[in-house]
Every structure is written in structure tokens, then in C-alpha cells.
């Protein structure tokens, strides 16, 4: 979804060639997100004028159509501010017009970026429309420039500060958002805000920062700015209410130890991929926060006056990825890095937390909740995609195990039913990024009533990692491509490992939880035989399915996830229709599609539903399909009289992350042979930051 960078230069001479480059260089990191255009905006040659350039397509375009602009490269600034924006389309179409910055007039006044999406932008419109403004996009972020616009204006005489300005705007919107906004007016200062969209900032200095925290500036009056409350028409009226009263304090963290300011450099971004080669020092924004950026200092001020929960200081922490985990390395996409990542990712997940020869499991990001979560009545997963599948995976272990009633819900359909839940819920919400609207949605609606609420993320510093009660990171490293995989099997690991510690203390499971680990500690090994068959997966896909128009993917008890998974796989990657199809199902439906054209890939692992499986296959040859039969090494009548994938036997629960690999690699192949952009599927974004 859209990305957002920002890049601020205190005291560091930089001309504008360098800070260009920068800001496409941070959008191309974000690139991974999904988006359809790109756009930027810096300083003019004179302080009334800001400079935009947008485009359809590429940042590459973007960098194509900047590097053709009759401007003076070589301008140089101690200070400067630019932002720069990757959109993914939710209100009007790609087009230049709609791409962002956006502007508030032709003057580019207020120019701002945002990921999000606003809800009464409509509302907002109208009456800004009443009041004589004219739209030039159909974006729903325009009317938030135009309406900075409206209210600086109404407030002119009254030396109104950034921060003030936009926190008088930022009261008048709902629905999600991260922004930055920059100013002709305010020279060198940006604000940045979030609610719902994630938004960080990193520093970068030569020298040491004094503190290592910045302090929240909590406004003591009622209202932090004294606006009254809104107006019936949707706006507070700008010219009534006091100054603000703000408790200015010193940003201690930017002073070097010496007391003085120092050169610094600020980085804004949608996620840490953009800020990580230049710095690791980074600030995590909570929602409302509204961040100043001005004179090498950066003050955090609340929205609203504080409820007395929030923290009064922002850490700053030091990022955990390297460089080289953001880049392709000699692999030619991410996806396929990310699928060879997998024997080390899951042994990363494992690390420290599996003791192998005590067969122990310790999760210390469930410390101090355990017990409480042993005595829930019901263990509600809540997830999106390829997370509700690995929820899906890991739900018969966690039964069978804790002997919880579990259940498994999509997170958008789970809201769309108002499920009830109470307060002797467990909710475990699983997320890639930590930041998908609908897991976060559906997140704060069970906090609200009271249930206890579990995080398995793999985004340290993520909403669902934050605003969760407690939970897992599944220590994955970054997951660029589109399509999720090395995720998926450490998400997995991650809810078995739970489900796991969770029944340690049932004497009766020992021998299940030991046949589980044994399993765990040979799976890296595993993974890897299964990479080894790249080159026949290759064939596979080449001489048998890429001319297919659909296909179908079948199994039972845990390989009903890895159906479900590896369909999601080949649809978004390779655009071929494919559908995961629960076997004991078929004969209620779906043979009516089984003849000796329709290409089946049928999951006939070994466990204790074989027998099951192989009527499902029955029916399927009965009616002249031909099924491609992904079953364990061995199992020679099946491998004799059938065209097989075959992988190592592991224990049943375990079985579908070894499964799961020949399927992400076909989806893999299938789409290098269909020429489509395999990071960057089309209509797809990594992060689904809006509903
Ligand atoms: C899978 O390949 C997807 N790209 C998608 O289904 C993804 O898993 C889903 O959008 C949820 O994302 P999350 O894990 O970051 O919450």
C-alpha cells in the first residue's frame, strides 16, 4: 500500500541533486509495498515555492521524469525538508494528477503525503467546495491540503504554529492515516502524524545523542490548543479559542552531549526498510502523535490532552535488519530468496526458545500470561490471507494440545459479524506486517471488550506488536515480496511453539509435545530436501501446468491449509485461477469440475487421514482426472502409478510446512513463465494498510 518518506537535512550541507536522489531511493525501498505511482516534492529556488513532480508507474519513471527537469541541480541547503509518496489507488484512478503530493492552491502552500485512507473526506469537500475552494484530484487526501489551507488562513493573524495547524486539521478527520505535511509558510519544519498507518523516524548524527528517548509534550490545558468542540458544520470556528498552551520542553535527545545543536539528518518512512541504510536510530510514532520537526530538533506532541496511559517518552531503538536482508542478493526476485531463506528463517524463529534435549519450549513474549491463557474459555485466531491460513494450520495442534475450544476467523469477516467476545477470550492476532487495517481493526475491537490479546507479528515496533497484551515476533527478517512464504512457515512455528508451551503442563501430552520438537529439529533439514527438487518443480510448472487455465489443489486435516495456502500462492503470483479444495468435500460439489482436462494436485502425505485421501482420489481417477499426487518420499505404489511430488514425513501437524514449499516454488515458476513481475503482482500490496 502507499508508501511514505521524508528526508530532512539540519545543519549537513546537501545540495538538490543529493536530496532527490534520496528521496527516490527511499521510495524504490518501498517499492516492495505495491503501489501504481510516485511522487515528490522539495524546496523551490526561493522559500515561497515548492517544487512537485509526479508520476504514473515506476519510481524509476519518477526518477526519469526528475532527472529531466530544467532545475538547478546543484543548489545546495543546510536545511531542508522534502517527502516524497508511493500511491496505491484507493480514490480515483492511477494518474498524474491524483498521485501524491498533494497541494492545498497553485501555489503549493501545504503540500502533503498520506497512506491511509479518510472517511468523511466527502463531508470535508463540500464544505471546503461551499467556501470557494476548487478540486483537482479525486483523491480523497486532497481535501486535507486544501483544508490546512482554509484553516492557516482563517487563523493568519494569529501566528498560529505547524504543529497547531495540524493539529486543528488532524481533529477534523476520521478514518486512517499517516501524513507528512510541509509548508511555504513554515520554512524548513515538517509535521508528521499517524492513526492507523504506521509511520517511524530515524536520526542520524555523527555524534552521539544525548538521551536515547524524546519527550512527549502533553498540551495542560483541557484541549492542548483550546479549539472548541466542532461546529455543527464538521469545523471548529478557527477564530475563536485562546493560544495554544503547550509545555514546551527541551528535545533533549538532539542536543549532542555538549549542550549544543548538532548537524542531523531525519528520516521519515512507512516502514524501516526505507531508513535502514542510513541509520538505525529510529522513533516509532504512536498514534496521534504529532511529530515537529524543526532547527535539528524533533518534539512530540499528543493530539489531545493526555488520558494519563500514554508514555511520556518516545524511545528511540536501533533497528535489527541489515542492508543485505532488504536486497535480492544473487537471487532474481525476492520471493525466491525469501522461499531459500526458509531452512535458516525457521530455525531463526526456533532460536533461543526450543530446548531440543530438555524438549522445552520457552516463549518470553508470553511471560506472566500463560496462565491466563490456559484458563480462557475460547481461543479466537484472527488474521488475513496467508496468516488466517498458517491459523488455520495450527488450529487442530492447539485443540488437541491445550484442549481450548479454538476458532479460526478471517479478520474483515470477523468484524463484519460483530462476533461476540468477553472478557475470558484469548485473542491471538497473526500479521506479517503488524499492520494490516483489518487484523488491527479487529485487534482493538477485542480489546475494547476486555479480551486478552496475543500478537504474532513479524514487524517489531508494528501496531499489533505494540498494542498487543503480549505476544510473539516470529523473527522471520524482512519479507519483501508480495507474496508471503518465508512467513508463513515461521508463523506456523511460532502458534505451534505456543500451543506447545501452553500445554507443558499436561502430563499427558509429553510424548505428543517430544514427537512435535523431534519433528521441529529435523524440519530445517527437510525444507532443504525439498529446495533441492527446484529443477523438476521447474519442469513441473513448464511442461505440465503453465498452460493451464486453472488449477486445483486437494487434501484433508492439515493439508486443508496448505491447499488453501498454496491456491492464494498461485493466484497472486501467476494470475491462474486456483482453488483449494477441502477433500472430503468433493463429492458435495466440486467433481461436478473433475474430468481429464482439469489439472488436480492432490496432498496424500502421510498421517492418520490417508486412507481418506486416497478415496478422494479414487473419485477423482474414476472420473478420468490425473491427478499430480505431492505424497512422501517412499510411498511407492503411489510414486509407481503416479506423476509425484515427493517430501520427507514429519509429524502430522508439521507436515504442511514441509508441503507448502513444492507449492510456493510452482507458484514461483508458474509466474517467471507467465512474465509477470513476481514481487510486484498486479493489484496487490504487501502491506494492506487500508480496509
Ligand atoms: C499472501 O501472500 C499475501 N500477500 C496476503 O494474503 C497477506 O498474507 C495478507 O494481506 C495479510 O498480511 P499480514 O500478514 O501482513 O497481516
Request: hydrophobic share 35%.
Amino acid at each position: 500500500m502507499c508508501g511514505i518518506f521524508g528526508y530532512l537535512n539540519f545543519l549537513v550541507e546537501r545540495d538538490r541533486r543529493f536530496v532527490l536522489d534520496t528521496l527516490i531511493k527511499g521510495l524504490s525501498r518501498l517499492e516492495y509495498r505495491g503501489y501504481d505511482s510516485a511522487g515528490l516534492a522539495v524546496d523551490g529556488d526561493t522559500e515561497d515555492q515548492t517544487f512537485i513532480f509526479k508520476q504514473v508507474g515506476k519510481v524509476a519513471a519518477l526518477k526519469k521524469l526528475v532527472d529531466t527537469q530544467e532545475i538547478d541541480f546543484e543548489k545546495s541547503y543546510i536545511s531542508h525538508c522534502g517527502m516524497a509518496h508511493t500511491r496505491w489507488a484507493t480514490h480515483g484512478q492511477p494518474s498524474q494528477l491524483n498521485s501524491h503530493p498533494h497541494r492545498s492552491d497553485n501555489h503549493n502552500e501545504f503540500t502533503l503525503v498520506h497512506n491511509g485512507i479518510i472517511t468523511n473526506y466527502k463531508e470535508i469537500k463540500t464544505l471546503l467546495e461551499k467556501k470557494g475552494f476548487s478540486f483537482e484530484t479525486e483523491t480523497d487526501t486532497e481535501c486535507v491540503a486544501k483544508l490546512t489551507k482554509y484553516l492557516y488562513d482563517s487563523q493568519k493573524n494569529s501566528d498560529i504554529t505547524f504543529t497547531d495547524l495540524v493539529k486543528m486539521v488532524v481533529k477534523e478527520l476520521e478514518g486512517s492515516f499517516a501524513f507528512i505535511f510541509k509548508s511555504t509558510h513554515f520554512p524548513n519544519e515538517i509535521v508528521a502524524t499517524r492513526r492507523g498507518s504506521p509511520l517511524l523516524i530515524g536520526v542520524k548524527t555523527a555524534k552521539k545523542l544525548k538521551v536515547d528517548f524524546v519527550d512527549v509534550e502533553f498540551g495542560n490545558a483541557p484541549d492542548a490548543i483550546n479549539i472548541p468542540d466542532k461546529d455543527p458544520t464538521g469545523f471548529m470556528d478557527p477564530t475563536e479559542g485562546g493560544r495554544p498552551q503547550m509545555n514546551r520542553s527541551l528535545s533533549r535527545a538532539f542536543m549532542s552531549e555538549d549542550g549544543m545543536p548538532q548537524p542531523i539528518e531525519f528520516f521519515l518512512a512507512s516502514d524501516a526498510s526505507a531508513i535502514v541504510e542510513h541509520t538505525k536510530r529510529v522513533l516509532y510514532l504512536e498514534d496521534d502523535d504529532i511529530a515537529h520537526i524543526a532547527d535539528g530538533e524533533l518534539h512530540i506532541h499528543r493530539l489531545r490532552r493526555d488520558d494519563g496511559n500514554s508514555p511520556a517518552t518516545r524511545s528511540i531503538q536501533t533497528l535489527e535488519i541489515e542492508l543485505a536482508e532488504i536486497m535480492k542478493g544473487s537471487f532474481d526476485h525476492f520471493m525466491q530468496k525469501e522461499i531459500y531463506e526458509q531452512p535458516e528463517s525457521v530455525v531463526n524463529t526456533m532460536r533461543g526458545r526450543v530446548n531440543f534435549e530438555t524438549h522445552k519450549v520457552t516463549l518470553g513474549g508470553l511471560r506472566g500470561y500463560l496462565s491466563i491463557i490456559r484458563r480462557a474459555r475460547r481461543i479466537v485466531f484472527i488474521a488475513c490471507g496467508t496468516s488466517f491460513h498458517s491459523c488455520l494450520a495450527t488450529r487442530a495442534i492447539f485443540e488437541e494440545l491445550t484442549e481450548i475450544p479454538s476458532q479460526v476467523d478471517l479478520a474483515s469477516d470477523f468484524l463484519d459479524r460483530r462476533t461476540p467476545i468477553f472478557r475470558d477470550d484469548v485473542c491471538v492476532f497473526v500479521s506479517q506486517s503488524g499492520e494490516t487495517a483489518d487484523t488491527i481493526m479487529a485487534m482493538r475491537y477485542c480489546l475494547e471488550r476486555g479480551a486478552v490479546c496475543v500478537g504474532i507479528t513479524n514487524t517489531v515496533g508494528s501496531s499489533i506488536s505494540r498494542e498487543t497484551h503480549c505476544g510473539v515476533h516470529i523473527n522471520a527478517g524482512p519479507e519483501i515480496g508480495v507474496a508471503s512464504t518465508k512467513a508463513y512457515t515461521s508463523q506456523y512455528i511460532a502458534l505451534v511453539m505456543m500451543a506447545i508451551q501452553l500445554s507443558e503442563d499436561r502430563l499427558s501430552t509429553t510424548k505428543r509435545r517430544e514427537e512435535i520438537i523431534d519433528g521441529l529439529y529435523r524440519l530445517p533439514g527437510h525444507v532443504k530436501e525439498v529446495l533441492a527438487q527446484d529443477a523438476n518443480l521447474q519442469k513441473l510448472a513448464e511442461e505440465t501446468l503453465s498452460k493451464e487455465k486453472s488449477l486445483l489443489l486437494m487434501g484433508r486435516g492439515y493439508q486443508n491449509a496448505t491447499c488453501l495456502e498454496g491456491a492464494l500462492k498461485i493466484k497472486e503470483i501467476s494470475y491462474m485461477h486456483s482453488e483449494g479444495i477441502l477433500a472430503g468435500e468433493l463429492k458435495h460439489g466440486p467433481l461436478a469440475l473433475i474430468d481429464e482436462n482439469m489439472p488436480v494436485i492432490l496432498i496424500m502425505t502421510k498421517d492418520s487421514l490417508y486412507p481418506k485421501v486416497q478415496s478422494a482420489l479414487q473419485q477423482v481417477t474414476a472420473r478420468k482426472g490425473q491427478p499430480i499426487i505431492i505424497c512422501n518420499t517412499g510411498d511407492d505404489n503411489l510414486i509407481r502409478d503416479y506423476k509425484t511430488i515427493q517430501v520427507p514425513q514429519t509429524a502430522d501437524c508439521l507436515q504442511g510446512l514441509i508441503n507448502i514449499i513444492p507449492l510456493q516454488l510452482l507458484s514461483y515458476y508458474l509466474a517467471v513463465l507467465g512474465n509477470i513481475d513476481v514481487d510486484f503482482p498486479r493489484n496487490l500490496a504487501k502491506s494492506v494498510t487500508v480496509e
